[in-house]
């Protein structure tokens, strides 16, 4: 497997350069997690950049790329470690991948840090990547979320007390407002 750097690289030559389909990035001001206004099409996808984050779009495009990418039939081209994944198991693929994206853009580009995507890496890094897609889309992947609570007794709230702790506030998810 390449590394981070080389796959992100060549993700983002490829999201420049393939005239095969269209990353359209549109501006919002509010904080956004990357499959948050997502709009897929048959050869394109809009994806929603936080305005003021300049540092967030490659992340938020790779996303949208590997999500447009499943609709092309190109999955196992750019998901090689998910070639036939579906459901949870693309979507925890591709956010493993924008997380990973971030963690090299925060540490060797020194990127600036911002809330969803810190939140994302962060639950990777420490092991929280299912508990916080799980709580951050509770009305999606219903099943697969039941199964996970299931075989981790304790985990829901281990991941909430951990991201009290890490973040000063609730999940996304559990946050009101």
Do not use: C
């Not at 992100?8 to 490829?14: D, F, G, I, K, P």
């Not at 590997?66 to 196992?76: E, H, S, T």
């Not at 994302?120 to 799980?134: N, P, Q, R, S, T």
Request: charged share 25%.
């Amino acid at each position: 497997m390449d590394s981070v750097y080389d796959w992100v690289t060549e993700e983002q030559l490829e999201i420049q350069e393939d005239p095969t389909f269209w990353v359209i990035t549109q501006p919002t001001t509010d904080d956004t997690y990357p499959w948050e206004g997502l709009s897929l099409g048959e050869d394109s996808v809009r994806v929603r950049v936080p305005r003021g984050a300049q540092d967030t779009e490659l992340i938020y495009q790779i996303y949208g790329h590997l999500r447009l990418m499943v609709v092309m039939g190109r999955q196992a081209e750019w998901l090689p470690e998910a070639p036939d994944a579906a459901g949870y198991d693309l979507e925890r693929a591709i956010l493993s991948r924008a997380a990973d994206a971030w963690i090299l853009g925060r540490t060797v580009f020194n990127t600036i840090p911002y809330g969803p995507l810190d939140e994302l890496a962060y639950a990777k890094e420490y092991g929280h990547l299912d508990a916080f897609i799980f709580t951050a889309r509770p009305n999606e992947f219903v099943s697969d979320r039941a199964e996970w609570v299931r075989a981790n007794p304790g985990g829901m709230e281990s991941y909430r007390e951990w991201f009290l702790d890490t973040f000063s506030r609730e999940p996304p998810g559990l946050r009101s407002g």
